[in-house]
T-cell receptor, first 112, second 114 residues
């Protein structure tokens, strides 16, 4: 049972344009969501997070949007840069456990 | 600040052999996690330690996997005996405390079982 889903395995975007990565979840108990970025042969690195009490969080070029009624979150990268090319994982967590449930990842390729 | 260290980075073994992975978390981080990431999937939590006590090992295949965290610092994850389906990247992560959402990951150990 995949509680966190990233239905797009890959995405290609031109440099300077917007990248939108999507994530859906099924469990309404999740109350904290995170995005991690992973380069080859490295561990995932934290990118941005959002609590369920918010619907938007912004950090520089990265913005995460949360739609609780649709159980959907998205990561927007504007403008996209070639260095953003990586695999992006969304993760969800339960209050009190801080245990992550990861999605399967989306490979983003930003074309120069 | 030094990151999470893991060794070895790569390991190839035959099925039914045993293997051990080592993790040294960020200094002062009380919580340590081991994840298994199979190719094409997201990381899956195997075990979570708070200091040297186990918080969650519900997804650890206890018939073949074991983990310990001595003195609440370094940790080892062992597989004995290994199966073909254990081929994966094993990631160690740590966080400041169990109430901290942000986890810091090491580079992982890529295990190939032949």
């Amino acid at each position: 049972d995949q509680q966190v889903k990233q239905n797009s395995p890959s995405l290609s975007v031109q440099e300077g344009r917007i990248s939108i990565l999507n994530c859906d979840y099924t469990n309404s108990m999740f109350d904290y969501f995170l995005w991690y970025k992973k380069y080859p042969a490295e561990g995932p690195t934290f990118l941005i997070s959002i609590s369920s009490i918010k619907d938007k969080n912004e950090d520089g070029r990265f913005t995460v949007f949360l739609n609780k009624s649709a159980k959907h979150l998205s990561l927007h990268i504007v403008p996209s840069q070639p260095g953003d090319s990586a695999v992006y994982f969304c993760a969800a967590s339960y209050s009190g456990t801080y245990k992550y449930i990861f999605g399967t990842g989306t490979r983003l390729k930003v074309l120069a | 600040e030094a990151g999470v260290a893991q060794s070895p980075r790569y390991k190839i073994i035959e099925k039914r052999q045993s293997v051990a992975f080592w993790c040294n978390p960020i200094s002062g981080h009380a919580t340590l996690y081991w994840y298994q990431q199979i190719l094409g999937q997201g990381p899956k939590l195997l075990i979570q330690f708070q200091n040297n006590g186990v918080v969650d090992d519900s997804q650890l295949p206890k018939d073949r996997f074991s983990a310990e965290r001595l003195k609440g610092v370094d940790s080892t994850l062992k597989i004995q005996p290994a199966k073909l389906e254990d081929s994966a990247v094993y990631l160690c992560a740590s966080s400041l405390e169990s109430g901290a959402y942000e986890q810091y990951f090491g580079p992982g150990t890529r295990l190939t079982v032949t």
